[in-house]
T-cell receptor, first 109, second 114 residues
Framework: DAKTTQPTSMDCAEGRAANLPCNHS???????VYWYRQIHSQGPQYIIH???NNETNEMASLIITEDRKSSTLILPHATLRDTAVYYC??????????FGAGTILRVKS | DGGITQSPKYLFRKEGQNVTLSCEQN?????MYWYRQDPGQGLRLIYY???????QKGDIAEGYSVSREKKESFPLTVTSAQKNPTAFYLC?????????????FGSGTRLTVV
């Protein structure tokens, strides 16, 4: 599975959109992009995933560039409860999830 | 409510002792996984099981053992051979080995060697 690169940490004002970037320049055509988040001392929570098209659900939006070498997770109206570590993961269907260090998102009032 | 339950939440072990962490799910998921997390780091895969009575080593299996006698249960034993067992342990399950709709995680067990 392709490796991903994420910033170590980001800050966001409460009520504003949080845009979390992820680079996956070696992604191959059959690899999906997944996002999970982990609130302190809890298990990770699935957020969203996509292959080529942009995706949206009740939690977030996932924007994947046309060349698929990078993506952005968007939390449209961040709240204090969105403070967490966000993991961007690329994997082929059927492979295990491999978690990197992720991005620490701090939402501030 | 369906979910995945890990117990205990906190566990203390003396050096040289084996200890078993429990993981139970009622989601009817076929696949189950054990991860280890050290402070400030991501999750590392210890063992995984795709069906009953079958399991495979992950990236850091040394010093650990598992069993999968029932679909619902995937206990992890931390043996005395694991040199640095203090960590946060997370169990997860998924519908099958692919499961594009992701893994469901338990709330974790924090193991401390005293």
């Amino acid at each position: 599975d392709a490796k991903t690169t994420q910033p170590t940490s980001m800050d966001c004002a409460e009520g504003r959109a949080a845009n979390l970037p992820c680079n996956h320049s070696t992604i191959s055509g059959n690899e999906y992009v997944y996002w999970y988040r982990q609130i302190h001392s809890q298990g990770p929570q699935y957020i969203i995933h996509g292959l080529k098209n942009n995706e949206t659900n009740e939690m977030a939006s996932l924007i994947i560039t046309e060349d698929r070498k990078s993506s952005t997770l968007i939390l449209p109206h961040a709240t204090l409860r969105d403070t967490a570590v966000y993991y961007c993961i690329v994997r082929v269907y059927g492979n295990k999830l491999v978690f990197g260090a992720g991005t620490i998102l701090r939402v501030k009032s | 409510d369906g979910g995945i339950t890990q117990s205990p939440k906190y566990l203390f072990r003396k050096e040289g002792q084996n200890v078993t962490l429990s993981c139970e799910q009622n989601l009817n998921h076929d696949a189950m996984y054990w991860y280890r997390q050290d402070p400030g780091q991501g999750l590392r895969l210890i063992y995984y099981s795709q069906i009953v009575n079958d399991f495979q080593k992950g990236d850091i299996a040394e010093g650990y053992s598992v069993s999968r006698e029932k679909k619902e249960s995937f206990p992890l034993t931390v043996t005395s051979a694991q040199k640095n067992p203090t960590a946060f342990y997370l169990c997860a399950s998924s519908l099958d080995r692919g499961s594009n709709y992701g893994y469901t995680f338990g709330s974790g067990t924090r193991l401390t060697v005293v």
